[in-house]
């Protein structure tokens, strides 16, 4: 059985940095053409695509937030890590991971995490 | 960057009902690398259609999906109560590496 859970702080302040837990059970990153993304969807807005990382340790983001993002994994914990840098309010929203075994379709998601940015 | 957009942005409809969602393309989609996902409120999305018209595992066949290059659909046969949800279609490939439509909310 597949299951994804995100986990990190509900609030962070303007600027600080937002740091993320994805833990996962019934796969391995280890495995291959295995990749976990994060996504984020502001309240009431649709889905976006934030950085994705693969099995060999390839790494993507999505271009207009690159310079902010870094992704990384924990493969003997079965965790995914992303830290989003200079948060500001228009981060706030629910920030979700999912798994992908083939790199096309997201076949299982977390949960979510609503992430806040407040003063 | 491919944009999708999809439409409308909202559909009114009763269950029993045949649902047809659009999403189109700002440019064609090499291998329809086009999926479909239904988000509930306060829910995870759920992969229904991927490639355009192969359905996702427990999905039922009453959700068929169609379309090729820019233009794809979603239809729902016979609306059922659960069905009511916001859908969003989703590309692979280009620049950023995945987009999504900006939802289609069935009411």
């Known amino acids: 059985q597949v299951t994804l859970r995100e986990s990190g702080p509900a609030l962070v302040k303007p600027t600080q940095t937002l740091t993320l837990t994805c833990s996962f059970s019934g796969f391995s990153l280890n495995t291959l053409r295995m990749r976990v993304s994060w996504f984020r969807q502001p309240p009431g807005k649709a889905l976006e695509w934030l950085a994705r990382?693969?099995?060999?340790?390839?790494?993507f983001y999505t271009t207009s937030l690159k310079t902010r993002l870094a992704i990384s994994k924990d493969t003997s914990k079965n965790q995914v890590v992303l830290t989003m840098t200079n948060m500001d309010p228009v981060d706030t929203g629910t920030y979700f991971c999912a798994r992908s075994v083939d790199g096309f379709i997201f076949d299982y998601w977390g949960q979510g995490a609503l992430v806040s940015v407040s003063s | 960057e491919i944009v999708l957009t999809q439409s409308p942005d909202t559909l009114s409809l009763s269950p029993g009902e045949r649902a047809t969602l659009s999403c189109r393309a700002s440019q064609t989609l090499r291998t329809n690398y086009l999926n479909w996902y239904q988000q509930r409120p306060g829910q995870a999305p759920r992969l229904l259609i991927s490639?355009?018209?192969t359905r996702a595992t427990d999905i039922p066949d009453r959700f068929s999906g169609s379309g090729s290059g820019t233009d794809f659909t979603l239809t729902i046969s016979r609306l059922e109560p659960e069905d009511f949800a916001v859908y969003y279609c989703?590309?692979?490939?280009?620049?950023?590496?995945?987009?999504f439509g900006q939802g289609t909310r069935l009411e």
């Open positions: 989703q590309r692979y490939g280009n620049s950023p590496l995945y987009a």
């Open positions: 490639a355009a018209s």
């Open positions: 990382i693969d099995w060999n340790e390839d790494k």
